[in-house]
């Protein structure tokens, strides 16, 4: 189904700084906890991430991210995921996280 220019619009997508990785043993399928820094106007923001097949908590400490921040936030189990980090999702359900080239302000706009 096709979106819109206006719909795509709509959607807020920003760079953040993952500050803090916790495991999520209670997640259905393996996943992380993050805690991502997306700048002043934003500020801090939780997700769960199901990207355990290609990334170990400490390569993920301090890597940018990108990530939609305008979605409503999300029970999972005890956890309240406030935004959803992007990446590309291969074949075996492996996700690959989309991130800027270069580092970069937090909170900037993906356009």
Do not use: H
Not at 2 to 8: A, C, G, H, S, V
């Amino acid at each position: 189904m096709d979106l819109t220019w206006n719909e795509f619009e709509r959607s807020d997508m920003r760079v953040g700084t993952i500050i803090e990785i916790n495991d999520f043993p209670e997640a259905r399928k393996p996943a992380y906890q993050l805690t991502i820094d997306f700048g002043s106007e934003i500020g801090i923001r939780k997700s769960s991430a199901q990207i355990t097949k290609r990334y170990q908590k400490e390569d993920l400490l301090n890597r940018q991210i990108v990530a939609v921040v305008n979605f409503p936030k999300k029970q999972i189990g005890k956890f309240m995921s406030e935004c959803l980090v992007l990446g590309a999702v291969g074949e075996e359900g492996d996700v690959i996280l989309l991130a800027p080239d270069f580092k970069i302000e937090n909170g900037l706009r993906i356009g």
